[in-house]
């Protein structure tokens, strides 16, 4: 049935957008609990933690999310066959898997940029590993692991596109069924790409807000200012 | 569950050539797409008002929406305006305008980088702004943006797989392809991540060489 | 060779110079010295344009810097500078650094470029490193390779922007006795330092100032051992 692009269209994008936002805040936030676990093994004196964490990571960060989803997609129903997953589950479980794995290499790059010296006071004062990591070493890394981790971020907003393939209704799936309704592809994406810029400079403009406001009384490493290990620019 | 490689043997083959062609249109993208970021660079960073907004524009636009909803649409989009390309074509022109603007900023990034004290020096031994730039900044600039630029193919390398919902034949076409055919979901999905995995591996250590090779003269090695 | 008239040199709303009036003969070797903030090393930097002059008019060898319609170029190219932090060229080897201006800026060929590079290497001590990264060298050598680096563009006048601030005691001396052997050779030279005792030796004139303005000058024996001014003897008694 073929019309032209109407207002309820635009309502459907945004619908999709804000499950968008929806998918890649729940995947942001247990992908980032799982990195931070990750990006701990990754830097414990524990030589299994190190590889085991280290394996996941590069593996991970070394094929296409796409193959990631469709493992998920087609993989959880033949190794749970009597789950039935809605989509979005299917979608949350790879995206936080690629989640995890990226912010991994943040957290590991952050707890290692926190000063040797740090770490050999606390422990000239007997504070034990895990302590050293609660009371010093931590929050001096959860100060540097701010910005990449936005920047991952709106990497990740962007990523969430290819949950298209299993058919989740996010923004970029809405857009490809209004594509096909209204014959008008070029509107239609249009309006997703400008969704998607919203979103994205939003998220920037919050990393911005939240720098500024955290480097008020102390020295903070900014945006700008990200040592290039810790850079990701994801497509 | 069993899993049943064996059956996979033939297609092996297929997959290969698939990835050649999810290399080669990196390597097209990357080329073309780092020439034109470092013009995109130019023009943002240059003194011309309307140049520099509309460098930046294209900057912001193409690395803050998905490179799928790009290559839609241009793959989807062009046919109305008149230019029909094939998913090959498409998916070309699509990762390369998407790389630009990565390795634009990219290159900022290097060039900024590069300490002012030389450029100084070069000023002050009477260097023009051509000069300067070809023999004082560039090389250094290079030099100190040579990772995040091998780190930009290898992510550009993966990203080619999102050309296979247009149906590209690269790598991941090929394997839903297989997919499709034989239902050996399982084996297919790890054979081909196995195979991304080695191929960015590679690249990985082939970079690490390129950048002892060209830019030793960047390491300390005083006696 | 030098004549500054009455310059001025604001950032924004803070004057670092305030009304320089000075002339450097040929042959001459002039020392600044100050506190920092003194404003020596933005005078210096204004000589050869590297930093813009808000007011007033500086002549070097015949070229008017402060007008617009200089080209700057052709200043730098018969001036050399030598940094605090030496900026050689990390990409190319030493004798590169040292070509690299002639050949590129004076138009001069590879051959005759080379031999006089040699020639000024060897000058500076560093004939054997000739093909070595700076990133292999240590701080004396490399500023003694800058040194060489603006020496090949044959400039009639030298300006040091604190040469030895940034290196190990024990090599300052290595590159003082370069910075002698230039002046003793007639070099016209306007060195900004620290070093009291090379400004006394070999300084033809040594030059005080503070806050923006010259306040003593004249004659280093006279200068430092009998200031005039109640600030010159402040800061003398501070370093010395």
Redesign the interface.
């Known amino acids: 049935m073929l019309r032209s692009f109407g207002w309820q269209d635009l309502e459907a994008l945004a619908r999709g957008a804000l499950w968008t936002i929806a998918l890649c805040a729940t995947s942001g936030v247990i992908g980032t609990l799982l990195g931070m676990v990750l990006g701990l093994a990754a830097t414990s004196p524990s030589r299994i933690a190190r590889w085991l964490a280290t394996a996941y990571v ?2 991970i960060r ?6 990631i989803v ?2 998920a997609y ?2 959880i129903p ?2 749970f066959p009597e789950l039935s997953l809605p989509a979005f589950a299917t979608a949350v479980i790879a995206l936080t898997v690629f989640t995890a794995a990226y912010m991994a290499e943040i957290f590991r790059g952050s707890i290692n940029a926190v000063p040797k010296g740090q770490w050999e006071a606390a422990e000239a004062l007997g504070l034990g590993y895990f302590k050293k990591l609660r009371y010093v070493v931590l929050p001096q890394a959860m100060r540097i692991v701010v910005p990449p981790a936005i920047g991952f971020l ?1 990497a990740l907003i ?2 969430s ?2 949950v ?2 299993i058919g989740f209704v996010e923004l ?1 799936h809405a ?2 069924i209004i ?1 096909n309704l209204t014959a ?3 509107l239609t ?2 309006v ?2 400008v969704f ?2 919203v979103i ?2 939003g998220v920037a403009r919050l990393g911005r807000w939240y720098e500024q406001r955290s480097s008020a009384d102390r020295k903070t490493i900014t945006t700008e200012e990200t040592p ?2 810790l ?1 990701l ?3 | ?1 069993t899993f049943y490689y064996g059956d996979l043997a033939p297609y092996f083959g297929q997959m290969l050539a698939a990835l050649w062609t999810s290399i080669y249109i990196s390597i097209i993208a990357m080329v073309v797409g780092s020439a034109l970021g470092v013009l995109f660079y130019l023009g943002k960073a240059s003194s011309s008002a309307p140049l520099s907004r509309v460098s930046s524009g294209y900057i ?2 193409f690395r ?7 290559l ?2 241009i793959y ?2 062009l046919p ?2 008149g230019v029909n390309l094939d998913p090959t074509w498409a998916g070309i022109v699509a990762l390369t305008l ?1 790389n630009a603007a ?1 390795t634009a ?2 290159y900022r ?1 290097g060039f900024e980088s590069v ?1 002012h ?2 450029i ?9 702004r051509a ?1 300067l730039f070809r ?2 900044i560039f ?2 600039a290079t ?3 040579f ?2 630029l091998t ?2 193919f290898i ?2 390398f ?2 080619s ?2 050309a ?2 247009i149906g590209l034949p690269e790598l ?1 076409n090929s ?2 392809n297989i ?1 499709n055919k034989t239902y050996l ?2 084996e297919v ?1 790890s054979v ?2 196995i195979l ?2 080695l191929t ?2 590679v690249l990985a250590l082939g970079s690490r060489l390129a950048e002892s090779m060209f830019f030793s ?7 | 060779m030098i004549i500054v008239k009455d310059l001025h040199k604001k950032y924004g709303a803070h004057e670092v110079l305030r009304g320089i009036d000075y002339r450097v003969e040929e042959q001459e070797v002039v020392c600044l010295i100050g506190p920092s903030g003194s404003g020596k090393s933005t005078f210096l930097r204004c000589l ?3 930093e813009t002059i808000t007011s007033g008019e500086v002549s070097v060898n015949g070229h008017l810097v402060n007008d617009r319609k200089t080209d700057i ?2 200043v ?2 018969e ?3 030598v ?1 605090q ?1 030496f ?5 190319l080897r030493v004798i590169d650094n040292v070509m ?2 002639p050949t ?3 138009g001069i060929g590879k051959e005759q470029a080379r031999a006089k590079a040699l020639e000024l290497l060897d000058k500076v001590g560093l004939k054997d490193k000739t093909h070595a ?1 700076p ?4 701080g004396g050598q490399q500023q003694r390779v ?1 040194i060489a ?2 020496l090949a ?1 044959d400039p009639v006048v030298m300006l040091f922007d604190e040469p030895t601030s940034a290196l190990d005691p024990e090599i300052v001396g290595e590159v003082l006795s370069v910075m002698q052997d230039l002046a003793r050779e007639g070099m016209t030279m306007v060195v900004v330092t620290h070093e009291m005792g090379f400004a006394r030796e070999v300084a033809d004139r040594a030059v005080f100032m503070d806050g923006g303005v010259i306040v003593e000058q004249g004659d280093p024996a006279q200068v430092f051992g009998d200031p005039q001014h109640e600030r010159t003897r402040n800061f003398l008694s501070k370093v010395l």
């Open positions: 590069y593996f070394g094929i296409p999310l796409l193959i469709f493992f087609f993989g033949l190794i709106i962007k990523d596109s290819l298209t393939v970029t857009g490809t594509s008008n592809p070029i994406y249009s997703v790409a998607y810029l994205c400079y290039a290990a850079e620019e994801g497509v | 569950m912001g636009l803050n929406t998905p490179l799928l909803v790009q839609y649409l989807f989009g109305e305006l998407n990565y900023e990219i990034a300490p004290g030389l100084e020096a070069g000023q002050a031994l009477g260097m023009r000069v023999h004082v090389m250094p030099r100190n943006v990772p995040a780190n930009q992510l550009l993966l990203a797989s999102i296979s919902i991941m394997i839903l997919n979901t399982f999905l081909g991540g991304y995995f960015s591996a003269w960047g390491v300390k090695r005083h006696a | 050869n344009g590297l170029n052709t730098r190219r001036v050399g500078m940094f932090h900026n050689l060229f990390p990409h690299l201006a590129k800026v004076a990264y990133a292999n060298l240590s800058a680096r603006a563009m």
